[in-house]
């Protein structure tokens, strides 16, 4: 019975085990593809270790959360990244005992192959002298580092400090008679955990080393291998060289660096490039180019450069060039190392790759560059904001005798070009403070046909450039100077955030400097409240859901202890009521009111307290604490009425829309159109198309709308005009009201509309003031006048050609470059929503869009089942509109697909996929870029026409919600986990002072069979 039971829990573990490596592999975030270890034994047993990590990414990332643990004490050398040939910074960050963050400059995409390298420095003999048959040996006891997850191939390359005579110079000629002599002594049980193990000779500064290749493949979570080797002593204090795996022309041990130097030169170029559309937003690249006097000898510049706290530059070695008397050499800049071995942020050495002699010049010119936003003053003054630039102090590790500085920006102005140039005029002035280091600047205006333009009739003329240039001599400072300038901002050139707005309308108030300009940013802002407003109130249930799951439990034991119901009161003040303007928790301003009750109540608590303290005053416990009757309402139960109709007959574009997917539902519109041979696709991102058959295009229906008057700007009486010219932005007033689609149809973004005379007016609004009717924009070609007429055209109505309104618009939208404009596609999905809301408005929302989530996964359940290929070929090509809608197609199909884009036959529904797509290899990155596109149209519309699309009847997207509950889990695990290795790490430590280490940590581990598991799969390293 014993051995049953026995037998029974084994079989049981082995199962738990398969079941575990399972999940592990099935849940990776990455694919480890290869670690790669080149180990270099240096004099006194201490190593260089260069090592690569090979991933392949299934999701996306800015770091590696943990990686060790390393052998300490230990200095980094330095870290990188590469991506398709292209470097990539990479920042070790240590999390305490040993482990670290590789945190990366960059976002990694799924699908895509990166390698993250780092050179270190072990600091601590791995060499362990030890004794053998009365030899002296010493023992190797280095490891190379766990991870979670599985590793398809371990390499390790290890340069021995054991010299072989020259002639041994292949790897096959070292055989055991070479090896005999040297003494070295294997592991057996080390030799035996690796796949291959050969000997092979490093030629270094005219000496042979001895090396060894070891390699294992398919290594399983957390897998540990322990490198064991016995070295004689006599070679300890000899070690190997070390190694360089960056830059050919330098050596590790070979850096150099004796005597000192001058900097005789200092220049800069600052080149400042306004943002189209928000000057506030600048990309500058700055030319550094410093003259360097050699007095001894070198190879390294040590703290050349230093980067000011907060300034963050790039590109330190993307521009760099250095040039040894005219003679170019490879150079690189890498962060300084301080002493104790730590990296000094902020703080740059140059390796050069040719050792400087006495009396050398040396020119080293590099680029730095910064996107910045300037700071803005809030305050309007004749519709322009002054922005304060500065460009920060680069420090140097001497003096320059002489610093030459340039700015250059093009002027978005039109300003004449002339030889005499009035320097309070311009809208770049050099601040006071500049003044400081440089007294004296010279200042020009340039014409050059680059850049940003504007017209002058029918002639393109480029906005002139200036050039502000100064010099100093012997400022005897460490740097090249700052220099800060002033810039005035067009209003009409910045994305004015609503905070700028009410600081603006707030200080020009206070200083009674007020223009319309001013009225516009109040109404906007009264806009923005008011639409948050509504926004609270529709999602009402959404946010006091979460202020429930935040305090509702504080406050429930709170209102507990003291006897008061302090949960209704604050968040039910009325009792459920659904819809309640004040207190209702579905329809109701609730949520932003819940703060203030927070807040009386918090108040209330505090003053009770303080007054219970002061109750034994008989008139403040008189007038407080005296017991009133209390009087109980009555409690009524109001019954609603709900349908349970379902819809049955939305097509898979309509449920796009109605699962909140708009940028699926163009997907298909595209597709379809495509598939039915009415479009051909000219290029994927962005989306061009051409139109086949423009014979079923038919031209919307116009009405002609009278306009009664002209304004500009705003609707005030002192603005009537008699015309709005090119350029103007003013109000139409119309002779009659608007039917309401034509009035919902301006309501939902810009509008071009078209006057009899050919006129052309991008409408913004539609407003009604006053039994007032009018439309709101800025006239784009031509004049309006009053009494002129406007034409707005309407969806036509489904042909025998099959074509629905929807479709007829997307065809009728396609510009004559193919493309279409992005301020269309809003319109182009209300129609698609106008003919789904026919159809679902007395329906159950949720219950129809659970019904039609279920189908989608059912079919896409169906698809993944299938057995083979051509049973899935044949499922997709009848139900593919349906798998596409499905969350995990772009990813789960790649293998299917890759087959179809191969299959000779092709053709099909394959036709559109083999448009989009450049070569099988590539169909998930082009499938990505092809929908990249669409969504850069859809999602970049701040939010609009999904507002107003989804407020019609709010389905909920059951995806979402099982993705936000998962990314809740993965707080919770992350939580866990650093908790938990902590204290982990600090057990394991305290128990690790002798020989009983594995006992004492599985006494430790009794509160439950996953401990061990758990814990060995937090103390390594992992994603």
Known sequence: MNAQCTLGRRIACIIALILLYAAVVLSAPVTIDETKYHVTILREGQCEILYEITFTELESRDRIRTIGQFIEPMKFIESYGTHRGKRFGVDMQSIGNGYYSAVFDITTKTNEKYIVSMRYLVERPVLDRTEFNNITYGKLWWSPIQWSLPIGRQTVEMVLPIEIAA????????????LGPT???????????????????????????????????????????????YVPARYLNIGAQGGDYTLDAVKAGDLLDEGDYSIEEANALITVSFMPGNNQEIDEISTVD????????????RELLRQSPGEVYSGWNEGLTVAISGDGVPAKIRISVSGDGRLNRGVYDLIIGKKTEKGDRVRVTLLLKRHIMLDVTPHLSEGRFRGEYRWPPLLLSQAPREVNLVVSAQIQEKIAVTSAVDASTLPVKVA?????????????????????????????????????????????????????????????????????KLKTLVCDMARLSLSLQHLSFLTSLLGFLLICLLMVYFFNFFYLGVEIAVVGLPIYLIGRAAGVD??????????????????GYVFSLNSVIVPLRLAYYLCSGVAYLLLKAASLHPAIKTRFFERKPEYIAPEIQIGTFKTSETVDNLNPVETAVFLNKPSKAVNLLVMDLFNRGYIDILNRNPLQVKILKKDVIREPEQKLYKINAVYKNTLEANNLVTVMNEGMKGYMVLADPLPE??????????????????????????????????????????????????????????????????EMLFLKSIARDGTLPKQLVPIVLKSISRSLQGKVWKADIDKTAQEYTRKIDRHWGDFEKEGDYTKQRRYFDTYHPWIILHDSFERGSSPFMGKAMRDSTGGGTMAFFEKITDTAETYASSVQDFADGIVEKVEGLSGKI???????????????????????????STFSY??????????????????ACHSACHSACVCHSACHSACHSACVSSF
């Open 167 to 178: 002639r041994y110079n292949r790897p096959e000629l070292i055989t055991n008679q070479v």
């Open 183 to 229: 003494g070295l002594l294997e592991d057996g049980d080390t030799k035996k955990a690796y796949q291959r193990w050969i000997y092979y000779p490093t030629p270094w500064k005219g000496k042979n080393y001895l090396s060894l290749h070891a390699e294992k493949n398919n290594l399983s979570p957390n897998e540990k291998n322990t490198f064991n080797l």
């Open 290 to 301: 410093l003259l360097i006097k050699e007095k001894g000898k070198r190879n390294i510049f």
């Open 432 to 500: 006071a403070e500049s003044k400081k280091y440089y007294p004296h600047w010279n200042i020009r205006l340039k014409q050059e046909n680059a850049g940003n333009y504007y017209y002058q009739g029918a002639v393109k003329v480029n906005y002139p450039y200036l050039y502000l240039s100064s010099n100093t001599q012997n400022i005897k400072k460490r740097m090249i100077p700052p220099v800060s300038l002033t810039m005035d901002i067009d209003s009409s050139n910045m994305k004015l955030t609503n905070w700028l």
């Open 566 to 583: 302090f949960f209704s009161k604050i968040f039910l003040p009325k009792g459920k009521k659904k819809f309640s303007f004040t207190a």
């Open 741 to 806: 689609e034509e009035a919902d149809m301006l309501k939902e973004g810009p509008y071009e509309l078209a006057s009899q005379t050919g006129a052309r007016f991008m409408a913004d609004a539609y407003e009604v003031r006053d039994k007032i009717h009018a439309i709101s924009g800025t006239v784009t070609s031509g004049t309006f006048r009053a009494k002129d007429a406007v034409k707005l055209e309407t969806e036509v109505v489904d042909k025998a050609d099959g074509l629905k309104p929807y």
């Open 946 to 972: 999904v507002d107003r699309i989804e407020n019609l009847f709010t389905p909920p997207d059951l995806k979402a919600v099982e993705q936000a509950v998962a990314h809740a889990a993965e707080n919770v």
């Open 978 to 995: 650093d908790a938990c290795h902590s204290a982990c790490h600090s057990a394991c430590h305290s128990a690790c002072v002798h020989s």
